[in-house]
Structure formats: C-alpha cells, structure tokens
C-alpha cells in the first residue's frame, strides 16, 4: 500500500497553442502529475526549438561537461585522442577543399571517394567520444559510490551549483511561456489544476501554451513626482503612443502637457470654457485632441502647446469620449470619432475643421466610442445598446442588445496596439522618428494583424446593470459570453495588451479578470475599501494598477492574483491613471488637483 501511496501517476496529455496547433513531433506525452511550469517549459522549448538562448546555455554545459572528461583522461589518452581529432579535421578540410595534400598510398581522384573518406572519419571521431563519455560517466558512478560518505560537503556544494545553473537557465528563456487546462493557469504543478478542475487522469488533456512577452515590465513602487499646476480635479490623464509626452484634462477647463523626464510641467492648453471631461491621443503622438463640458473640440500640439486648427462646433451637450482612426488605416491621422450627451457621434476632418459623418441611432447619451482596425466604429450608450458602424460612411450594421441598464464603458481586444500603432516600445523605440510614414503604416498593420492572429477583434461592454458581455461584433450579433459577479455598476473594463484578459473595476469595490476568449471568470481582486474608478495594463500584461475613491492606487499581478504594491499618496478621490506604453511610468490624477507619477 505505501508503495502505491509514493508511486508517480502519470497523465496522457499534449501540448497546444492557443490556435489549436501541436508542435512538430509533440504527439502525445506521457507527463507525470507533479510536473512544474519549468518542466513543461524545457519540453516545449525542445518541442518548438525556437528558444535559442536557452539552446546555447544547454549546448553550453555539455561542452563544458565535456572538457571535464577530457581533463580526466590520462596524459597519454589525451593526446593520443586530441591529435586524432585535429589531424582527422584537418584532413577532412582539406579534402573537401580539393587541396593537393595526399597521404601516403591512398588514391582519391574520385569525389565519392573524398566524400566516403570523410563520412569515416566522422563516424570514428564520433565513436571514439561516445566511448569516451561512457567510460567516464561509469567510473564517475562507481567515484560516486565509493566517496560518498566521505564527500558529503562536496556533494552539497555541487548540488548548489546545479540547481543554480537550472535557476540559470530557467532565466535565460527567451519567451516563456504560461500553461493552461481548461482556462485554468498552472501556477504550480499540473496535479493542483487537475484537482481544482476535477480532471481524471485516464483522460487525455490539452495543455495550452500561451506566449508571454518578452521583456518584464517592474511594478512601480513610489511617487515620483507631485505635480501642481491645474487649479481643479484632474479629470483625464494620458501618456502618448511613443510615449514621450504626457497630458492631463482638468475642471479648471485647461489642458496640461508635462515633460516626463524632467517631471515638470511644459505647457499650459487654454481654450476651454468648461471642463475637459476627456483626451485623446493621436496615433501618430503628433496632436491631442480634447473634449469639454459645453460640447466643444479642441486640437492641440504638444510640443508647443497651442491650440491647432479650428474649433470643432457641432455637439449640443458634453463631450463623453473621443477616439481617432487607426495609424494603419490612415498615416495621415487626420480624422476623429466624439461621441456625446446630445445621442450623436460626429466624425471629424481635423485638418478641414469640419465634421464629415454624424452617426445617429442612439436615442440617449452615448458613453463610449470605438474606432475599430478594420474601419468600424462601435458606440455604447444609455439606450441600453451598442451599435456597429461603417466608418467610411456612417451606414449602421448591427446592433447589439442584451444590457439591462445604460451601457458605461467599452474597450477592444486591439486596444493596446491601436493606441500605440507602430511604435513597439520593446523594438522600436524613438527610432520612429526618422522612418517614413510608409514603413511605420506597415509596421502598424503587422502588429494589428498579429494581435488578431487567434480571431476578429473582440468587444467587451460593462454596465450599470452590473453585468458584461463579450462580443465579435464585426462577425455577427451573438453573445459569446455573459460575464457576472460584481454586485455594483461595472465603471470601466479593459483588455490586456496581449488580449489574453479582461480586467473590469466596479463600485463594488473590487476588479475582477475574465478570460479575454472566453470570458469565464478568472479572480477577483480585493483590497481597496471604495469604489473603483480606473484601471490600467502594463506594456508586458503582468501587472494591473487600478484607481480608487479610497485615494489609493494598487499595483496587482496576474500571475499570483494578489497585491503587488499599495501606492497610497493622492489626498482624495483618484479619477484617473494610465501606464505608459512602454512601461516605466504610472500617471494618476484626481480630485486633489495634483498629478502624480510613479516609477520603479
């Protein structure tokens, strides 16, 4: 019975990629229950073989396991076997290089003959290093044997050696990866999901594997910079796409651009004459456009400060949110989605200063705007409905219904690289600067289509009904998922750069993660003690910072679905916050009037 107790079970699973594809010779694998992410990683690695570094740090140790047998060889045998290895390569090199080097009594006028020679010689080398190494790891064991009483600390010390070359190597992975069975993250070992999901192990199970970005963005951990300047809550905060601007929208009806680098403030936009309830960045960081309380449009340049081309006059009541046209679309940046109290949504020619398409269907204030990748524009609103519309003309497509309650927020699968266009941080850097507009349209469309490598671009709504809903709306009307469990309104939801969640904040208190496929619930994160505004993504989709009424913001990490860092500083209300694109600043505002940013 104890024997069966210790014994090891197996599973008879397989390894796949989200798309449903099995890695070249991946089969199926006959995988112990007590088998870690790190194992699961050095299998996939070696299943892809695309983990090139890791690759080189394994080849790595086998050499140099390798020198030690041969330091180990007696005098005579090395020299013997290296003097046999350099002159059979040398041999071998020159005959493939048809140089007229000719040992005594052979004749090899014959390519084939050159060719057989060669094959000999490397079958040799090759046997004679096998027969090397298993000589050496026998005597190795029987060493073994002999000395282990007597080399107790040496064995320790070895042992420390390995385990921090596998640490080692486990760190050098190129792109890990996360493992999931039925949704469910592997976090620990494959057994503790099988029990969480009641899974037999007389079934066969699909690992999926799941690429995680290749760089780790660092949680911020202080306040950096309290900057003064606007004279009322800071209603709108915003990092640009190259994310080397930052600006603010302010119920002091001005517009503020800060310098990120010197943490200072840089210019001062005054042309409002209410509030500005929201910014919105232009996707190639040149412009910033903003809307304010009493219906207006403004443009501006953030290097200078100045208001740019004519006020855009059209909107009976307040602006609720703006949204311009993808890079990839348009290089030229030149037209904006607003979406208002009044019911309407006016696409704007900045450059004309007029609006082109009025898109009205809403028979209540319209919440939230999207401009889709492939030239649709999607609208929620208080009509309890989200509607589908063709950008180039302004004809609708679809509604969606289904919300109980006024539709608050939405976001897209495709958020991240839409906002971003084709400035990749991770690759690009401030290089976009002296690339033409052509190339960066390409670069664009190449990060666009990879985001929706796994399908269309999907859409997720929150409600005052509590509730959200996952759609593909550019496809059909069809609820993919219905996604319930926060016990207040749902104020704002957003998708993680690499589209794999969904984290949603709620009055209730908490925010809660959903799976971005699926939308089955992930975790609910608590620990804020009011009401949650805002949420933002870091660049790498690790970490989550959300902002409160409580006057906090929290750093989460969805690895651990736990607390990361608690940022307390703000004196009131936290409105707003945003993570730069690349990752190394946190930006917050609120009602007491200060901006504040946080780094590492």
Excluded at 193 to 198: A, F, S
Aim: proline residues 3%.
């Amino acid at each position: 019975m104890g024997e069966d107790d210790s014994r090891v079970h197996t599973v008879l699973g397989r390894l796949v990629s989200e798309t449903g594809e099995v890695p070249e010779g991946g089969g199926l694998l006959d995988l112990p229950t007590d088998i870690t992410t790190q194992k699961l990683q050095l299998i996939l690695n070696t299943l892809l073989q695309k983990r090139l570094l890791s690759g080189m740090r394994f080849a790595l140790r086998k050499v140099n396991a390798a020198v030690e047998i041969w330091v180990q060889i007696p005098d005579w045998g090395t020299g013997l076997v290296f003097h046999m290895l350099v002159v059979s390569v040398i041999f071998s090199f020159l005959l493939l290089n048809n140089m007229d080097v000719r040992p005594p009594n052979m004749l090899y006028s014959s390519l084939a003959l050159r060719i057989i020679i060669i094959i000999i010689i490397i079958i040799i080398i090759i046997i004679i290093i096998i027969i090397i190494i298993d000589d050496d790891d026998d005597d190795d064991d029987d060493d073994d044997d002999d000395d282990d009483d007597d080399d107790d600390d040496d064995d320790d010390d070895d042992d420390d050696d390995d385990d921090d070359d596998d640490i080692f190597l486990f760190q050098d992975l190129a792109a890990p990866d996360r493992f999931f069975v039925n949704d469910c993250e592997i976090t620990t070992s494959l057994e503790d999901v099988l029990k969480q999901e009641n899974i037999s192990t007389e079934k066969l199970i699909d690992i999926v594997y799941r690429e995680e970005a290749v760089f780790r963005v660092r949680a911020v951990t202080r306040c950096t910079s309290s900057l003064p300047g606007h004279s009322e809550a800071v209603i709108s905060v915003s990092f640009s796409p190259d994310g080397q601007h930052l600006a603010s929208g302010s119920g002091d009806t001005t517009v503020r651009f800060w310098d990120i680098h010197t943490q200072t403030p840089q210019h001062v936009g005054t042309g409002h004459k209410h509030w500005v309830l929201c910014i919105a960045w232009s996707p190639d960081g040149k412009r910033l456009a903003s809307g304010c309380k009493n219906g207006r449009v403004l443009i501006w340049d953030p290097n200078t400060g100045q208001q740019v081309g004519r006020e855009l006059m059209g909107h009976k009541q307040w602006i609720t949110a703006l949204s311009w046209e993808p890079y990839h679309s348009n290089p030229e940046c030149r037209k904006l989605a607003s979406a208002s109290k009044d019911g309407d949504v006016k696409i704007w020619d900045v450059v004309l200063g007029q609006a082109s398409i009025t898109l009205a269907g809403h028979t209540k204030s319209v919440t939230s705007v999207k401009w889709g990748g492939t030239g649709l524009i999607y609208t929620g609103s208080q009509d309890r409905t989200i509607k589908v519309w063709r950008a180039a003309d302004g004809v609708l497509c679809r509604t969606l219904d289904g919300h109980a309650h006024w539709v608050n927020t939405l976001a897209l699968s495709t958020d991240y690289v839409l906002r971003t266009g084709p400035f990749n941080p991770v690759k690009l850097g401030a290089a976009h600067k002296s690339i033409d507009k052509t190339t960066l349209q390409q670069l664009a469309k190449e990060r666009y289509d990879e985001a929706c490598k796994k399908g269309t671009e999907r859409l997720v709504s929150g409600s005052d009904d509590f509730t959200m809903f996952l759609w593909t709306p550019e496809v059909n009307k069809k609820l993919i998922a219905r996604m319930t469990g926060h016990q207040q309104l749902v104020n704002d939801v957003k998708f993680s750069p690499d589209t794999h969640i969904i984290a949603s904040a709620s009055f209730d208190k908490s925010v809660k993660l959903w799976d971005g496929l699926t939308g089955k619930f992930i975790a609910s994160l608590r620990g804020h003690v009011q009401a949650v505004y805002q949420v933002a993504w870091s660049a790498d989709s690790r970490l989550l910072v959300s902002g409160s009424s409580d006057s906090t913001l929290k750093v989460w990490s969805t690895k651990t679905k736990k607390l990361e860092i608690d940022l307390p500083g703000h004196a009131d209300e936290v409105y707003a916050v945003d993570w730069s694109p690349e990752g190394a600043r946190v930006a917050s505002g609120g009602k007491d009037k200060v901006l504040r940013l946080w780094q590492y």
